[in-house]
């Protein structure tokens, strides 16, 4: 479930009307901001038998789905990049994902990348790199026809280091 800080403005604006009445009108403004960091395992921790990716938590599907993408509001409200073409294929996996976090790294705003293999079973299969500014929750994802679904990585929070 997203956390969302709520930064809520009241404004109040005063007018005159004909009979010389101050009229008073206020408005409630919000702007929701999503996750941009989370906690967990990262997910050298979750898939010891890949390749190092410490700066990320995998996501996936709270269903067991192999086909899956992530909404596609979610991901036009939140893209920043993508998708980046790799030329990796799924048997490759999770090395498509390793690299990725390069490319999420290099943007300063990416926090949480998504990996699709497209074009299955063809010489054109790839891997799809897609960089998003909030972290993905599980619930993002959806059902879908024709790729493999790599998962999602979110940032993990920076841990402060201990008081010396």
């Given at each position: ?19 010389g ?79 990725c ?54 940032r ?9």
């Amino acid at each position: 479930m997203y956390l969302f800080w709520a930064a809520v403005a009241f404004v109040a604006a005063t007018t005159s009307s004909s009979s010389g009445t101050t009229l008073v009108r206020a408005s409630v403004s919000s702007e929701v901001q999503p996750r941009t960091c989370t906690t967990g395992p990262s997910a050298s921790e979750q898939r010891p038998d890949g390749f190092p990716i410490n700066d990320f938590t995998y996501i996936k599907p709270a269903e067991d789905w192999v086909s899956y993408a992530v909404k596609p509001d979610w991901y036009a409200d939140q893209f920043v990049s993508g998708p980046h073409y790799m030329s990796y294929n799924h048997e490759s996996d999770p090395f498509g994902a390793f690299k990725c976090q390069f490319t999420c790294n290099s943007a300063a705003d990416c926090n949480s990348f998504f990996v699709w293999y497209a074009e299955i079973g063809t010489t054109e299969e790839h891997l799809n790199c897609v960089l998003f500014d909030a972290v993905i929750d599980a619930s993002a994802f959806v059902l879908s026809n024709g790729t493999i679904g790599g998962g999602g990585y979110d940032r993990l929070c920076k841990k402060k280091p201990a008081p010396s």
